[in-house]
C-alpha cells in the first residue's frame, strides 16, 4: 500500500535531498526496512530507484553514528533477501560498509545484530563470500560474538552469518584460525536455552 502511494520515492527523495542528515537517513533506512520485509515487488523497486546506493551512501556518510548503522545494515539484511539486491548490494560496496560499521561500533548489539544479518544474506552468493572475507567480515563476526554473548540475537546472527560464510573452503578455515568456532561453542553454552 505504502509503495502504491508513492512512498518508496517519497522516502529515497528525502534521503537524497538529506544526505547530511543523520536523523533522516537513520529514519529513511528503518522504513526502507519495514518496506522491503516480504515483498519481492517492493525490494526491485527500491533497487531500481537506487535505493540500495542511497542506504550506502548514508552509511558511509555516518559511520559515526550507531543508529544510522543499525538502520542501515538492517535495510540491507532485508533488501539482500532478493537475489539480484544481493548482486546489487555487493557491487555497490555494500559488504565493506557493513563491515566498517559492525567494526565502528562494536558495542552495539544492535549493529552487531544487524549487521551479522545483512552479512548472512550477502553470503548467499559466493561473490559476497569473497569480498566478506576480504573486508574482513571473518574478525568482525565473531568479535560481534564475544563482545554480546550475553544477547541470544547476536549469538544467532553471527552463527547463521558464519555458517553461510563456511560455505567457502578458505574462509571455513580462517573462520577457525579467528576462533569463530570457539566463540559459536561459547554462545551455545550461554544460551542453551534459546532455540533461536
Known amino acids: 500500500m505504502i509503495a502504491a502511494e508513492g512512498g518508496i520515492e517519497t522516502v529515497l527523495a528525502g534521503m537524497g535531498k538529506h544526505r547530511t542528515s543523520a536523523g533522516v537517513q537513520e529514519q529513511g533506512c528503518a522504513a526502507l526496512r519495514m518496506i522491503s520485509v516480504g515483498n519481492d515487488d517492493n525490494k526491485a523497486k527500491i533497487r531500481a530507484e537506487r535505493g540500495v546506493e542511497l542506504v550506502i551512501v548514508g552509511m ?68 559476497n563470500r569473497v569480498k566478506i572475507g576480504a573486508a574482513g567480515g571473518i574478525e568482525a563476526v565473531p568479535a560481534g560474538m564475544r563482545n554480546h554473548v550475553g544477547l541470544a540475537a547476536v549469538q544467532e546472527a553471527g552463527c547463521r552469518a558464519l555458517v553461510n560464510l563456511a560455505l567457502n573452503d578458505d574462509i571455513r578455515g580462517k573462520i577457525g584460525a579467528e576462533g569463530g568456532i570457539k566463540d559459536v561453542i561459547a554462545g551455545m553454552r550461554k544460551h542453551g536455552e534459546s532455540a533461536g
Open 60 to 127: 558511509q556518510k555516518h559511520g559515526e553514528s550507531a543508529g544510522v548503522q543499525e538502520a542501515g545494515c538492517a535495510a540491507l539484511r532485508n533488501l539482500s533477501a532478493n537475489s539480484d539486491n544481493r548482486v546489487k548490494i555487493g557491487a555497490a560496496g555494500g559488504v565493506a560498509v557493513v563491515i566498517a560499521g559492525m567494526q565502528e561500533h562494536g558495542k552495539s548489539a544492535g549493529v552487531q545484530e544487524q549487521g551479522c544479518w545483512a552479512l548472512l544474506n550477502l553470503a548467499f552468493s559466493s561473490d
